[in-house]
């Protein structure tokens, strides 16, 4: 009898370490964004960042650390603790509007986006870098240095890059809240879509740690 009880624990044992496994099985995602992936101006539940814990299920972890206003300068000097305390197995980088916006001087954006990726993959996380845009009144010279930025920082580090998270979204005014600037909430499957294409591929081949 007790060793038919044994064997009845063990073998119960393993299956809920098993589904304690099953549970767990997904990814650990950060996220580090402005507004746009903080969900502006709408209820937490339906922006990207949520859609993608939706999309990916109980099994993986999203941590939205996005914070409107939020610049790359903040988000350096924050990473390292989120890093320590969420253990992500990736890290989604989308900032760089506020930057813009506020004029820091694009070889500051290029260093701070470039850092974060360094503590990203130093804790042992991949990354995504989607690039943002500017306003269309900061003139089509600016504009097309500060996404150079972006560009030239997913070639020379080789992370997995969305070139324009707001790709077809800021070109459609219905998917834009009245300052045009933020997308709304017909726009955050969109988003999610635009993120995707580069994170899709990563979340496959990932474990959490």
Same mark, same amino acid.
């Given at each position: 009898?007790?060793?038919? @009880? %044994?064997?009845? @624990?063990?073998?119960?044992?393993?299956?809920?370490?098993? %589904?304690?496994? =099953?549970?767990?099985?997904? &990814? /650990?995602?950060?996220?580090?964004?402005?507004?746009?992936?903080?969900?502006?101006?709408?209820?937490?539940?339906? *922006?990207?960042?949520?859609?993608?814990?939706?999309?990916?299920? =109980?099994?993986?972890?999203?941590?939205?650390? #996005?914070?409107?206003?939020?610049?790359?300068?903040?988000? /350096?000097?924050? @990473? $390292?603790?989120?890093?320590?305390?969420?253990?992500?197995?990736?890290?989604?980088?989308?900032?760089?509007?506020?930057?813009?916006?506020?004029?820091?001087?694009?070889?500051?954006?290029?260093?701070?986006?470039? #850092?974060?990726?360094?503590?990203?993959?130093?804790?042992?996380?991949?990354?995504?870098?989607?690039?943002?845009?500017? $306003?269309?009144?900061?003139?089509?010279?600016?504009?097309?240095?500060?996404?150079?930025?972006?560009?030239?920082?997913?070639?020379?580090?080789?992370?997995?890059?969305?070139?324009?998270? @707001?790709?077809?979204?800021?070109?459609? &005014?219905?998917?834009?809240?009245?300052?045009? !600037?933020?997308?709304?909430?017909?726009?955050? #499957?969109? !988003?999610?879509?635009?993120?995707?294409?580069?994170?899709?591929?990563?979340?496959?081949?990932?474990?959490? *740690?």
């Amino acid at each position: 009898m007790r060793t038919r @009880l %044994l064997t009845v @624990l063990l073998v119960f044992g393993l299956a809920l370490s098993g %589904l304690v496994a =099953a549970q767990t099985s997904g &990814p /650990r995602i950060l996220v580090l964004g402005d507004s746009l992936s903080a969900a502006y101006n709408m209820p937490a539940e339906a *922006g990207w960042v949520a859609l993608l814990a939706d999309r990916l299920g =109980a099994g993986a972890e999203v941590v939205n650390a #996005a914070i409107s206003g939020e610049t790359t300068a903040g988000a /350096r000097a924050r @990473l $390292p603790q989120a890093l320590d305390i969420h253990a992500p197995d990736i890290v989604v980088i989308a900032l760089g509007g506020n930057d813009g916006l506020r004029g820091v001087p694009l070889s500051e954006l290029r260093d701070n986006l470039e #850092a974060m990726i360094t503590m990203a993959r130093d804790s042992g996380a991949g990354v995504v870098l989607a690039g943002v845009r500017l $306003p269309s009144n900061y003139g089509s010279a600016f504009i097309e240095r500060f996404r150079n930025v972006y560009d030239e920082v997913a070639r020379e580090t080789g992370v997995a890059y969305v070139p324009k998270i @707001l790709a077809g979204v800021a070109e459609q &005014p219905s998917l834009m809240q009245d300052d045009g !600037i933020h997308p709304n909430t017909r726009a955050q #499957a969109r !988003i999610l879509d635009n993120i995707w294409q580069a994170l899709g591929p990563m979340v496959s081949g990932s474990t959490t *740690g």
